[in-house]
């Protein structure tokens, strides 16, 4: 028999066991919907307003809408004006949505709503006996003052007038960085001028009295990289502070906050110690610190290094003459004073032949341009010593002077400029010069082809040549 043509599957059973479970599901779930519907299908009647005929399931009662209930309404006759009444938006026709109960206040995100009242009429006035209430509020007066100030103007005249809010002012004019910023530009501008009274009518128109010992601190600090020439500035800029506007107790105070920080300076300037020890040192031959503030830190810090440093270099002989020139010969003192520094430099430097030594005296002296002097003034003392016997190379002073332009220009301390500058001051100087050492031309050409070779001057062009050759 051959095959049944049965697209449904209708009498087919199924093989499967899974086939026949979801067989059985389908034709559960169909049952389940049929009886479903006819419990809740209400009785047919074409007459009923809710009537959708014969169809099964819930059904929905709709709103009827009246004739313009969307259309524009004009506000007003002849005005171009339009109330447009959008939809769910009128709390009348059910809607729900309300801006009086929007998020953030009525008047929207950030913003008060100008219907509270809450910024009209005026502030109650604090009772004395409460909490909050402030004298100097209730006067009319206010302080501008740092935390860190003392309230020293509170009870006496005002510091100053504030144009903005039309008030006087008592306390600082400025807060305590803005001080600082202040002083220290002062500072800067002082050690390029060199004019202490304009320092002084600086510091006495910010009006900051409270702030006074940090002048102390601020430039002693900021000088302790500088070179002699600006710490002999400082030393003289404390005494023209002193005692005015700076008094006793402001340098005091002064000098103990840059002691009680001195271990983060010298994490950046390591000879910060020995520096403060001769500014104390200096401070006290100048008066402006009295000798008991020694004592009494001293006491109070015992074993103190700067404190002692202070009192040996107070201690010594001829003590006042020598805190003068405390900075070195770079401080900034007359030529006269500087050449008599380089005589003995020279002098010292031929007995002992110390390359280091002389290279750091020299480096202190701080006067770059005037190193010529020191090759003329070295060359002509060697020329003297030498006389007309200067063949042992061993003991010539000659060779010894070439040997140290020859290391201060390796190391870059004095330029090549001011070696040729030298020679050719000297080469001047010769008809003098051979009155005293008759060998003076001969030993001047010599030195000049010992700092060629050297690397003190640039070789000649006769040389170049004959090396080309």
């Known amino acids: 028999m051959g095959k049944v043509h049965n697209p449904s599957g209708e009498g087919v059973r199924p093989v499967s066991s899974e086939a026949q479970k979801k067989a059985v599901k389908v034709q559960q779930k169909v049952q389940q919907e049929k009886k479903w519907t006819a419990e809740t299908s209400p009785p047919t009647n074409p007459n009923h307003p809710a009537s959708h005929g014969s169809r099964p399931g819930p059904h929905r009662q709709h709103h009827h809408h009246t004739e313009g209930e969307h259309e524009t309404k004009v506000k007003e006759e002849g005005s171009a004006r339009r109330n447009i009444t959008r939809k769910n938006t009128e709390p009348s026709a059910g809607a729900h949505f309300d801006s009086r109960n929007k998020k953030q206040g009525g008047a929207g995100k950030g913003k008060w709503d100008p219907l509270d009242g809450a910024d009209q009429g005026d502030l109650p006035v604090l009772d004395k006996n409460d909490p909050l209430y402030d004298e100097e509020e209730a006067e009319g007066k206010y302080i501008l003052s740092s935390g860190e100030a003392p309230d020293t103007y509170a009870n006496g005249n005002p510091t100053g007038f504030d144009d903005v809010a039309e008030k006087a002012v008592y306390g600082p004019m400025l807060t305590l960085p803005e001080f600082k910023i202040r002083v220290a530009d002062a500072l800067r501008e002082y050690w390029d001028s060199a004019d202490a009274d304009e320092v002084v009518r600086g510091v006495e128109e910010m009006r900051c009295r409270a702030f006074h010992p940090e002048v102390v601190k601020r430039a002693i600090s900021l000088s302790l990289d500088k070179g002699p020439r600006e710490r002999e500035l400082t030393s003289r800029l404390l005494t023209c502070l002193h005692p005015t506007p700076l008094a006793d107790e402001d340098m005091e105070q002064g000098f103990t906050l840059l002691l009680d920080s001195l271990e983060d300076l010298v994490i950046d300037i390591p000879d910060a110690k020995t520096m403060i020890g001769s500014y104390l040192a200096r401070a006290v031959v100048d008066e402006v610190l009295p000798p008991a503030f020694l004592s009494n830190r001293n006491n109070s810090n015992p074993g103190d290094e700067v404190v002692e440093k202070a009192v040996g270099l107070l201690s010594r002989e001829h003590c006042n003459a020598r805190m003068e020139h405390v900075w070195g010969p ?140």
Do not use: T, W
């Not at 341009?369 to 007309?388: P, Q, T, Y």
């Open 330 to 469: 770079g401080d900034g003192r007359p030529v006269a004073e500087l050449k008599e520094v380089m005589d003995q430099l020279l002098e010292e430097y031929l007995l002992s032949r110390e390359l280091d030594e002389a290279a750091r005296c020299v480096r202190e002296m701080d006067a770059p341009h005037f190193h010529h002097e020191l090759l003329k003034r070295g060359v002509r003392i060697a020329m003297e010593k030498d006389g007309m016997d200067h063949a042992d190379a061993a003991s010539s002073a000659l060779d010894a002077m070439a040997a140290l332009f020859s290391f201060l220009v390796k190391n870059a301390i004095v330029s090549e400029y001011q070696v040729a500058k030298g020679i050719s001051r000297l080469s001047k100087l010769m008809p003098d010069m051979k009155l005293d050492v008759p060998a003076a031309p001969g030993m001047l050409a010599e030195f000049e082809e010992m700092a060629r070779e050297g690397g003190c001057l640039p070789s000649a062009p006769n040389d170049a040549k004959r090396a080309n050759a």
